[in-house]
């Protein structure tokens, strides 16, 4: 087969993502503190280990509890702002999306600093509230991209020939309209609380005492013997992102669909 | 169809801001009858659809439907059903759950359900692909699932919203006879918005052509077409040719005029119209007027002129044709018969036409 310089650049390309990634899990069953080659034998004592550490769980809690909170919330003002944004024409409507989806492209840190401060002005103490309020501000504009391509394509008409086969407003809402819009409710929960799940520079400027699971993965790093266990949780969490981004983006594709649109964009 | 008065829209105005939709718009249809609203883009025909719906209420005025005032009262809770433009099938419901959808209310058995759910789909030829899921069947099939879908409810109206504009022209025309099959077997109340005048022409028992949120004119086909009222009406639907007139001579229902380039006349006009001047405009339609090749001589009305033009169409051509004191051509249609030559430019001919080519524009 003769080789394609554009394959051997693909395939470059997507080693130098994957690769690293992959010693991730390669470490965390390797029978040894040290992360090195040669691999000393297979063990997933590492594994059992994250089962009996209490710290983790109460971060892996925290996360859960941020996770959750903020994946609603920001699905919740996804669902409005969606709305609003694909079926209404509005003055500043164009600015108003551009100034929503912002925060893709600011920088973490900046945001993470400036919240700092102004929560700090307004008396707030850091907490896991204030970590929810970040981790929203930075699923809101996944969101709205994700729901914009369900709600996009959602034909007035057919709340309408609900309407006109007989049935009242609410009915229309949950025989219609909700199941139309539900995977991508569903795919805007998903995404977001993956997010939030992966978060770091927000939550660390932000979490005060109570540390969410990245935090408390970078305050293990300074402890050398701590490393493969670390390797164990960061495989876990790799593994639940995967699947939680991989489902959001099935939902999202049924979502669209449904709303009668090819799918195209997303994230996956 | 019998004479009962079915939808009764009594001086019905629609204001978006300033600008009226509707215009005092009053009209009655009948039981069991095939109505059409026939006018462009913009002329009110799908407001006044949506008002009969109950998808929008009137600024003023009233709608009666079967002898009630609904005038105000929501589109689930009026004997309508509608077919929407796009279809509105869901997308998230088979083809028999599409259908079977406005059933839940009736709270029928689920025998019965199932008996009316496949009579529905059977009348509509879709029998054998109740199963499908929406997003698998093609367009005219998808125009079929909504008609079943209305019409299981068994309205007293069903309005029409341009179902057929999305069908190319072939199926069009199949699902137009289908759509006047249907109408006729089941009895109900068709209410159809168009704006394509054959359409209209083909499938309705009365038209009502509408014109800047009023009806222009309110006649059975034959009469829109033969008979329009006034010049946006005759300009709107089929060709025609307008010709200069000055009134001679008025008594009752007859006018006397002198067409320009053609000459005199006696001709009917409507009884309630009136004449305003000593000029009028007079439409004649292309089929309404023949080229005379010597043979057929038998029309005492003659004009000379000359073929400036001929557009062959297959049965038909349309010639247009110069006549010496008109500054325009007139246009002349002829049916291409066995033994009939056709005609080039630059031909001299005669054209041949009498009162009966003729309509008043008042």
Same mark, same amino acid.
């Given at each position: 087969m003769k080789l394609r310089p554009l394959g051997v650049y693909a395939f470059v390309y997507l080693a130098f993502l994957y690769v690293p990634v992959l010693f991730l899990p390669i470490f965390s069953f390797n029978d040894s503190a040290i992360v090195a080659f040669p691999l000393k034998g297979i063990t997933t004592e590492w594994y059992a280990e994250l089962w009996h550490n209490d710290t983790m769980h109460g971060a892996l809690w925290n996360s859960l509890k941020v996770g959750i909170a903020s994946s609603v919330i920001a699905t919740i003002l996804g669902i409005c702002g969606a709305r609003a944004l694909t079926r209404y024409h509005f003055p500043g409507r164009a600015g108003m999306a551009a100034l929503i989806m912002l925060p893709l492209v600011l920088p973490e840190i900046i945001i993470a600093i400036s919240?700092?401060?102004?929560?700090?002005?307004?008396?707030?103490?850091?907490?896991? @509230?204030?970590?929810?309020?970040?981790?929203?501000l930075m699923a809101v504009p996944f969101s709205i991209a994700v729901l914009t391509s369900s709600f996009e394509g959602f034909d007035r008409?057919?709340? &309408? =020939?609900?309407?006109?086969?007989? &049935?009242?407003? =609410? =009915?229309?809402?949950?025989?219609?309209?909700?199941?139309?819009?539900?995977?991508?409710?569903?795919?805007?929960?998903?995404?977001?609380?993956?997010?939030?799940?992966? &978060?770091?520079? @927000?939550?660390?400027?932000?979490?005060?005492? &109570?540390?969410?699971?990245?935090?408390?993965?970078?305050?293990?790093?300074?402890?050398?013997a701590k490393l493969p266990h670390i390797l164990a949780l960061g495989s876990v969490l790799l593994v639940a992102s995967f699947l939680l981004l991989s489902a959001a983006e099935l939902f999202r594709r049924r979502a669209a669909r449904r709303a009668g649109i090819a799918a195209s964009g997303g994230f996956l | 169809m019998n004479d009962r008065i079915i939808i009764e829209i009594d001086r019905v105005t629609r204001k978006f801001g300033d600008f009226k939709a509707l215009d005092e718009v009053s009209v009655q249809i009948r039981e069991g009858e095939f109505f059409s609203l026939l006018g462009p883009s913009g002329c009110g025909k799908t407001t006044l659809l949506r008002q009969i719906a109950g998808f929008d209420d009137p600024t003023s005025g009233s709608i009666r439907l079967a002898g009630q005032d609904v005038t105000g009262v929501p589109a689930n809770r009026r004997p309508t059903n509608m077919v929407f433009q796009n279809y509105a099938i869901f997308p998230h419901l088979t083809v028999e759950q599409n259908v079977a959808y406005g059933l839940r209310r009736l709270r029928l058995d689920r025998a019965e359900r199932e008996r009316r759910v496949r009579e529905a789909l059977e009348r509509v030829d879709m029998g054998h692909l109740g199963a499908r899921r929406s997003n698998e069947i093609s367009g005219g099939q998808r125009?079929?699932?909504?008609?079943? /879908?209305?019409?299981?409810?068994?309205?007293?109206?069903?309005?029409?919203?341009?179902?057929?504009?999305?069908?190319?022209?072939?199926? /069009?025309?199949?699902?137009?006879?289908?759509?006047? $099959?249907?109408?006729?077997?089941?009895?109900? +109340?068709?209410?159809?918005? +168009? $704006?394509?005048?054959?359409?209209?022409?083909t499938m309705s028992d009365r038209i009502a052509v509408m014109f800047g949120g009023r009806i222009a004119q309110c006649d059975r086909p034959e009469e829109?077409?033969? $008979?329009?009222?006034?010049?946006?009406?005759?300009?709107?639907?089929?060709?025609?040719?307008?010709?200069?007139?000055?009134?001679?001579?008025?008594?009752?229902?007859?006018?006397?005029?002198?067409?320009?380039?053609?000459?005199?006349?006696?001709?009917?006009?409507?009884?309630?119209?009136?004449?305003?001047?000593?000029?009028?405009?007079?439409?004649?339609?292309?089929?309404?007027?023949?080229?005379?090749?010597g043979e057929d001589a038998g029309l005492n009305r003659v004009v000379a002129g000359t073929v400036v033009e001929a557009s062959y169409y297959g049965d038909m051509t349309y010639y247009s044709i110069a006549i010496d004191s008109l500054d325009r051509p007139v246009v002349v249609s002829m049916r291409n018969t066995i033994g009939r030559r056709?005609?080039?430019?630059?031909?001299?001919?005669?054209?041949?036409?009498?009162?009966?080519?003729?309509?008043?524009?008042i």
């Open positions: 919240l700092l401060v102004v929560l700090l002005q307004l008396g707030f103490s850091l907490s896991l @509230v204030s970590v929810t309020l970040g981790h929203i008409s057919l709340e &309408e =020939a609900s309407l006109d086969l007989g &049935e009242g407003p =609410a =009915a229309t809402f949950f025989r219609v309209t909700l199941p139309i819009v539900a995977p991508g409710i569903l795919s805007s929960l998903l995404i977001t609380f993956t997010i939030s799940l992966d &978060e770091f520079i @927000v939550a660390f400027f932000l979490s005060g005492t &109570e540390p969410t699971l990245p935090i408390y993965i970078w305050s293990q790093l300074r402890f050398p | 125009q079929r699932v909504a008609l079943a /879908r209305a019409l299981i409810m068994r309205p007293k109206v069903l309005l029409l919203d341009e179902p057929l504009s999305a069908l190319d022209k072939k199926l /069009r025309e199949q699902m137009q006879v289908e759509l006047r $099959h249907l109408q006729r077997a089941v009895g109900i +109340t068709f209410i159809l918005v +168009t $704006h394509d005048q054959e359409e209209a022409l829109i077409y033969q $008979h329009p009222r006034n010049r946006v009406v005759a300009e709107f639907i089929g060709g025609m040719n307008f010709l200069e007139a000055a009134v001679l001579r008025e008594s009752g229902n007859l006018i006397e005029v002198d067409v320009a380039g053609f000459g005199r006349a006696e001709i009917c006009k409507p009884a309630d119209a009136h004449i305003n001047g000593s000029g009028i405009t007079i439409g004649a339609r292309p089929e309404r007027l023949t080229l005379l090749f056709s005609l080039a430019a630059g031909e001299k001919v005669q054209v041949g036409w009498g009162p009966e080519s003729l309509v008043p524009l």
